[in-house]
């Protein structure tokens, strides 16, 4: 909505609440000790203000919550199921869809369809547990972003960009060997800050996917916010609806991993689309064996029903606008108080940079873990590392622990759930530790699962 007044307000008012618990700063002391330094493993209910994940934390609508109490429970052909494709194709265009308990798990039946040893996955970042699913299959996993995408100073307005020039090289190097099985373009680009992709970028993927005739799949988790900043930022979208960007960025592909726990605005869901008659056998088969009947896919009738809304809901421009703006308005502070932040300020988080805030903590004594736990010392408030730490790797011949190329933090916004002066007070507590950080030491981890150590590792203090 433009309006002639410059604040831009939550559209929607709130008719339930749930409270928030205050701690003092010896309870969460004593909190993380026992986490062993890792905020997955503290309570959810000993935070004060949770921007771990905008990832299933979302509040639902009043629409949703109706819909729910319409869901359809029928394990086989279900209107939920129907009423769920529909809104899919409405936007994506594509023949088949699968419903999935979460974004992973989609990830995991394609892969476990197209992946496997010697295999090669495209991708502009791939998120972590895309990589590790990849990974899993004893697929490569390759991540081709621009480099402005990997430079958290880069002013470049789609810095989740593929890098075209890298793309073209990769695949003209495996041509013919039938190694790359798929290009993913990850929107926003997650891991590189929540950067968007632009619709040039998009087409232009495409074409050469097309042209070496690899699928092309988006990673659409957050494709509402991806279209904003296409109508924000590229030349001609300016007058076109979300809905028409949307639908027009989904046409350049043949297919999508969602997790509807972003933009479709659900606390549990994830869904599977695309056009290939033969690979929807293989996934159908999958989907039954180990996620459930294909019109359910490990979900109730009422998830799929607020998935359904869900997905009408978020292509609303006064949301998206109120969504962005946000994120920018806690951005923007960080900006102001030099505190150095990914820019420009992604859609769905602000990432901290770390390495440039600490520069006197060495990448391999995770500064970003050790910001994360300073924040939730300070203040009750919970973020996430994503460096070192989330994407530890090691040297296979040597052994030796490999830096990761950022060391960022984490400040992700739940969708529709914080308040401003939520922000406000998340800005205060982020100045003061600012002011503070040359007492910040790094960390050791003492003890890690196989993969994503980041869930489940344990720290210790330097
Ligand atoms: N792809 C991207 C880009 C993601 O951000 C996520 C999840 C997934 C796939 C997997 O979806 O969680 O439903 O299985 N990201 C969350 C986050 C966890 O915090 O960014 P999922």
């Not at 604040?7 to 205050?22: A, D, G, L, S």
Request: proline share 3%.
């Amino acid at each position: 909505m433009h309006s002639k007044f410059k604040t831009i307000i939550e559209p929607f008012r709130i008719k339930m609440v749930e409270p928030i618990k205050m701690t003092t700063l010896s309870e969460r002391k004593k909190y993380l000790e026992e986490a062993a330094y890792n905020l997955f493993q503290i309570r959810a209910e000993n935070i004060l203000i949770d921007l771990l994940t905008d990832s299933g934390t979302g509040a639902m609508s009043a629409a949703q919550w109706g819909k729910m109490m319409e869901g359809d429970e029928s394990y086989a052909g279900c209107k939920s199921f129907y009423d769920m494709k529909d809104a899919v194709v409405d936007l994506t265009g594509y023949k088949h869809v699968f419903p999935t308990h979460q974004g992973r798990a989609a990830e995991r039946i394609l892969f476990s369809c197209i992946g496997g040893e010697g295999k090669i996955i495209l991708n502009n970042t791939h998120f972590d547990t895309t990589r590790a699913n990849v990974e899993y299959t004893k697929a490569e996993a390759i991540d081709l972003v621009i480099d402005e995408g990997r430079d958290p100073s880069s002013l470049h307005p789609f810095k989740g960009n593929m890098d075209l020039v890298k793309l073209e090289n990769t695949l003209k190097q495996y041509a013919g060997s039938d190694r790359v099985q798929m290009c993913m373009m990850t929107i926003t680009n997650n891991s590189g800050g929540g950067q968007p992709v632009s619709m040039q970028n998009i087409r232009e993927t495409k074409a050469i996917c097309q042209k070496y005739k690899i699928p092309f799949f988006l990673d659409a988790c957050r494709f509402a916010e991806n279209a904003y900043f296409i109508k924000q930022r590229e030349d001609g979208f300016k007058n076109k609806a979300i809905k028409q960007i949307v639908q027009e960025m989904f046409s350049y592909a043949d297919g999508c991993t969602m997790s509807a726990k972003k933009d479709a605005i659900v606390n549990m869901g994830g869904f599977l689309a695309f056009n290939d008659d033969n690979l929807a056998i293989g996934v159908q088969n999958m989907l039954i064996l180990t996620e459930g009947f294909s019109t359910y896919g490990g979900l109730s009738g009422r998830d799929l029903a607020a998935l359904a809304q869900g997905l009408k809901e978020v292509v609303d421009e006064d949301y998206l606008e109120y969504r962005i703006v946000s994120t920018q308005y806690l951005g923007n502070a960080l900006i102001e108080m030099g505190v150095p932040v990914v820019r420009p300020i992604g859609g769905h988080a602000v990432y901290i940079d770390a390495k440039a805030m600490l520069p006197h903590i060495s990448a391999l004594q995770y500064p970003g873990q050790a910001l994360a736990c300073a924040l939730y010392l300070e203040g009750g408030i919970r973020s996430v590392e994503i460096g070192s730490f989330m994407f530890g790797s090691y040297d296979k011949k040597t052994g030796a622990e490999i830096p990761s190329k950022m060391e960022l933090v984490r400040l992700a916004i739940p969708r529709r759930v914080y308040t401003q002066s939520h922000i406000d007070f998340v800005i205060e507590v982020i100045a003061e530790v600012n002011k503070n950080k040359n007492a910040l030491r790094g960390y050791k981890v003492v003890e890690q699962p196989p993969f994503l150590r980041h869930f489940s590792a344990k720290l210790k203090k330097l």
